[in-house]
């Protein structure tokens, strides 16, 4: 038996939000593509490929997020609610991708930099800057509920630190002539990219190999579930997460003879979802009742 839910996914309401930082990310992507032609800044051109990468993941999201809300069917019981952890997982391999491009073109450029138009990086990465911060406003309340959400969120917020580097840079060119602040500006972005793209790929990871949701500790849940009167044990415990914001368990629970026998069963089974619900924040919950002698025909268990 298992509790009853809804398949709506926490990033399926804010789809709206994605399409306005998609439209932004577009936009700039399209100005710092011709500023990069036209300066000759490496920093703008590497800003102008995550723009262009970041984009991409939206649109992914977007799909994703899209694809989530579908009914579940009798093939797919749970929907189409993982894609967005395939989503993300994407996203952060782009990422990944990307970071390593500039890093490597980033100490290319620093042997051999060329002349770069600092005036016109500048006024290019002020736009960018601006266009950036907007988007982030826009993601980040939504980015703490779900890891789709979360992997846009953290491509903004590169790009806001990509626009802060190729200001500092711009301003460090114009001041100083020193035309290899625009290499270690590119090299910052790529740097500053990477960690973040790594924990975003190993969260997408964990729920794919379903690994115990954070926040849920198995021995804690199982000390409760033993705590509600009539269950004597319980085994094969297992919890993982379905996508952001959705975390399911299933369990064997072992009654007493007189829960059993005296037709209690129902009301151990909402107090076990009660208590999910409330200590665990697992609304999706699934269990086995059993009695103690059924254990012992059971062929394999696990702890």
């Known amino acids: 038996m298992g509790a009853g839910h809804d398949h709506t996914t926490l990033t399926g309401g804010h789809r709206g939000r994605l399409a306005l930082v998609l439209a932004f990310t577009l936009t700039v992507f399209a100005v710092e593509a011709v500023g990069a032609l036209l300066s000759g800044s490496l920093a703008l051109l590497a800003d102008a490929g995550h723009m262009a990468a970041d984009a991409a993941g939206i649109v992914m999201a977007l799909i994703a997020a899209t694809l989530a809300q579908r009914a579940p069917t009798r093939r797919r019981t749970f ?50 800057l601006v266009a950036n911060t907007s988007s982030l406003m826009l993601l980040r309340r939504a980015q703490a509920l779900s890891l789709n959400i979360r992997g846009a969120y953290l491509e903004v917020l590169g790009d806001l630190v990509g626009s802060v580097a190729v200001v500092v840079a711009a301003v460090v060119i114009a001041l100083t002539g020193w035309v290899w602040a625009d290499a270690v500006a590119s090299a910052a972005v790529g740097a500053l990219i990477l960690p973040r793209a790594w924990v975003l790929l190993r969260e997408a990871v964990d729920v794919l190999l379903e690994a115990v949701p954070k926040g849920v500790d198995l021995d804690h849940v199982r000390d409760h579930i033993r705590r509600v009167p009539g269950v004597l044990d319980v085994h094969d415990l297992h919890a993982w997460t379905i996508t952001s914001g959705l975390p399911v368990l299933s369990a064997h629970v072992v009654v007493d003879e007189k829960t059993m026998n005296g037709g209690h069963t129902g009301r151990v089974l909402d107090a076990l979802h009660a208590c999910l619900a409330e200590h665990f924040d697992v609304t999706h919950s699934t269990f086995q009742i059993e009695s103690a002698q059924h254990r012992d025909h059971e062929h394999a268990t696990h702890d």
Do not use: K
């Open 79 to 128: 929907g189409w609610q993982r894609v967005e952890i395939l989503a993300a997982m994407a996203n952060a391999v782009l990422l990944l991708g990307l970071a390593l491009y500039v890093l490597i073109e980033a100490v290319r450029r620093f042997f051999s930099p060329p002349e770069v138009a600092s005036g016109l990086m500048l006024v290019v990465a002020v736009v960018g």
